[in-house]
């Protein structure tokens, strides 16, 4: 087997960065990590580090890699975590952000669903939910509120390259283009919504992985993933377009910049009316926002 070299000092490479077809050792790759983390953030004007910013970790390898990037840049930040109560998983995952935020001296706002609203996720089985859109309803909505209430500027999410590759692929093949607003950031386009960021979206999941190991922050051992999640079709797309980035280079982030640069011009603009909420008066596009349908408050 061929060990291939960092291109900028010669020492042994730990990883190809597929789509600048470079290979670095591990203290260049973590320079690259970084610093691709702060480009995106100054090209995007996501934030500055006057800014309070919310990071929303899940304890998975992409949030945590994103709260330890942040902080190595020394940006003003605090995490989320929110329980959702999915057995074994979620304790785990809460041990895991608490150990790290303890550690490394950042401010650790839990929410815990079942004490805030009366039921955890799993509650919603029995009523025969789809869980994966009842926990995005459920994060999305908790994680704007803590933000808004607490006066925080941007809230940043760990989505990485694949994941927004794989979210647009698979509305395209349904033709729900209406959900297709995979924009490095969501400007605040109501009075109590804050707005939301994505620093990771030029790095792959892979790159977050290896980021995440070399640095200590996740084990391999530990590789836990939500138990509800191993069947989403966004996985199985995940695969396949592995599959082809190792035959066709660079292919996740040629597709992902021109989508940036050029999806307007085929997608259909909607325009999603803004109203707020009659119970709760968060953002909504019908009179009750999905959350307070979701647990049936009024
Ligand atoms: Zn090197
Ligand atoms: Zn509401």
New binding site residues.
Partial sequence: MVVLKCKKCNNKGVITIRHRNITLCKEHFLKYYLKTVESTIKKYRMFTKRDKVLVAVSGGKDSMSLLDALKKLDYNISALYINLGIKDYSDQCKKIVEKYCNENNINLIISDIKENYGKYLEEFKKLRRNLCSVCGIIKR?EMNRIAYEKGFNAIATGHNLDDEVSFILWNLMNGNFQYIKQKPVLEKIHEKTVKKVKPLIFLTEKENLLYSLLNNIYSIHLRIDCPYSTNAPTNILKEMLNKLEERIQGIKMRFYKNFLNKSSQFLPKIDHEIKS??????I?SSN??????LFR??
């Fill in positions: 909505y909420c009659k119970i709760c008066g968060y909504t009750v926002c999905s959350f307070c349908r408050r009024g």
